[in-house]
T-cell receptor, first 114, second 114 residues
Framework: AQSVTQLGSHVSVSEGALVLLRCNYS??????LFWYVQYPNQGLQLLLK??????LVKGINGFEAEFKKSETSFHLTKPSAHMSDAAEYFC????????????FGKGTMLLVSP | KAGVTQTPRYLIKTRGQQVTLSCSPI?????VSWYQQTPGQGLQFLFE???????NKGNFPGRFSGRQFSNSRSEMNVSTLELGDSALYLC?????????????FGPGTRLTVT
């Protein structure tokens, strides 16, 4: 069985500060890992994904994440927060078993203050 | 390409009634998945359809069902609605083949059960 833990249901940063959203996963098979963002009253938008290869993954809007197998982590970072980054962020894991089912974390609400 | 569309966007139903939600995937995508999003339980997988066949199913009661048509459009049905079924129902599509399954989400249908 797979699971995802996101540390912190809410994270507050100032505009221009570093954004760090934490994600740890559990998977019995090599995982595929994803970060999604959800703005109010909208669906989920893919920020970035890790499948194989380079462990540092760059996504849209300046976000990146690093896959660390030894720590079973896939933390999301952005060097400088913008007001428009305020949203809810979800980490998700999928397996390469042939199914496309995603297991999501509980989400982290990112609050950005001026 | 047009994105994933879901209809209706908002729905209010009474306890005991049934409801049908519709999802049109991205053109060419053969896999459609459904997720339920609630504040308490987060995002939970309902089921996935691929080429008109249910390929995977989450842990939901039999009141939740779905189907997929030959044009890949999908519907999900919830019978005998309960208050706890109030949620945002998200549909996601992907090509359905290949080693990596990147899900593309629709805006969701907000179901309120009174």
């Amino acid at each position: 069985a797979q699971s995802v833990t996101q540390l912190g249901s809410h994270v507050s940063v100032s505009e221009g500060a570093l954004v760090l959203l934490r994600c740890n996963y559990s998977s019995s098979v090599p995982p595929y890992l994803f970060w999604y963002v959800q703005y109010p009253n909208q669906g989920l938008q893919l920020l970035l994904k890790y499948t194989t290869g380079a462990t540092l993954v760059k996504g849209i809007n300046g976000f990146e994440a690093e896959f660390k197998k030894s720590e079973t982590s896939f933390h999301l970072t952005k060097p400088s927060a913008h007001m428009s980054d305020a949203a809810e962020y979800f980490c998700a894991v999928s397996s390469n078993s042939g199914y496309s089912t995603l297991t999501f974390g509980k989400g982290t609400m990112l609050l950005v203050s001026p | 390409k047009a994105g994933v569309t879901q209809t209706p966007r908002y729905l209010i139903k009474t306890r005991g009634q049934q409801v049908t939600l519709s999802c049109s995937p991205i053109s060419g995508h053969r896999s459609v998945s459904w997720y339920q999003q609630t504040p308490g339980q987060g995002l939970q997988f309902l089921f996935e359809y691929f080429s008109e066949t249910q390929r995977n199913k989450g842990n939901f009661p039999g009141r939740f069902s779905g189907r997929q048509f030959s044009n890949s459009r999908s519907e999900m049905n919830v019978s005998t609605l309960e208050l706890g079924d109030s949620a945002l129902y998200l549909c996601a599509s992907n090509p359905g083949t290949g080693p990596v399954y990147e899900q593309y989400f629709g805006p969701g249908t907000r179901l309120t059960v009174t």
